[in-house]
T-cell receptor
């Protein structure tokens, strides 16, 4: 059974600080997705990483896929209150399908003004 | 472009009852997946429908069933509701195995 773990589970920081959240597994994934979910809403896709060692940037967010494709990290620079939400990683085991994924439990981020 | 819409947004039921949740997929999408998200957890895959056929199922009992219609909208049916079924039920649509777009979910509470 493939499982994804995320750490930390909860994170509360001041506006302007930097942070990193992690997504780890003992299994290899063909691709990994990061989502952000705000209260009362569904998850919104932020990025998909496919190649081991790949780094993608989305404004102040930097995503990295591990060389062995078993782990990933999300780094946020100069966090803002609008970054508050639940960050979910989701792994796909099929190289031809991005819509069959398993989700990690999420990291709940709170950015205090 | 119309996104994924789910109805109702909130629902309260009692143990033993049956419930039907509805999902309209994003325009142009042919695949719908359903997820259960308990409080404080990530979404858990229930099943997926592709062109009206079930295309994969997670570890959920048979009392969780679904349908996909010719317009690619979908229903999730749950029979004999249990307290542990209280959760946010998310629908996601996609086109030909591309990444999914989620609706805002139905919050189901079982009393």
């Amino acid at each position: 059974t493939q499982l994804l773990e995320q750490s930390p589970q909860f994170l509360s920081i001041q506006e302007g600080e930097n942070l990193t959240v992690y997504c780890n597994s003992s299994s290899v994934f063909s691709s990994l997705q990061w989502y952000r979910q705000e209260p009362g809403e569904g998850p919104v896709l932020l990025v998909t990483v496919v190649t081991g060692g790949e780094v993608k940037k989305l404004k102040r967010l930097t995503f990295q896929f591990g060389d062995a494709r078993k782990d990933s990290s999300l780094h946020i620079t100069a966090a803002q209150p609008g970054d508050t939400g639940l960050y979910l990683c989701a792994g796909a085991s099929s190289e031809t399908s991005y819509d069959k994924v398993i989700f990690g439990p999420g990291t709940s981020l709170s950015v205090i003004p | 472009e119309t996104g994924v819409t789910q109805s109702p947004t909130h629902l309260i039921k009692t143990r033993g009852q049956q419930v039907t949740l509805r999902c309209s997929s994003q325009s142009g999408h042919n695949t719908v997946s359903w997820y259960q998200q308990a409080l404080g957890q990530g979404p858990q895959f229930i099943f997926q429908y592709y062109r009206e056929e079930e295309n994969g199922r997670g570890n959920f009992p048979p009392r969780f069933s679904g349908l996909q219609f010719p317009n690619y909208s979908s229903e999730l049916n749950v029979n004999a509701l249990e307290l542990d079924d209280s959760a946010l039920y998310l629908c996601a649509s996609s086109l030909d195995r591309q990444p999914q777009h989620f609706g805002d979910g139905t919050r189901l509470s079982i009393l």
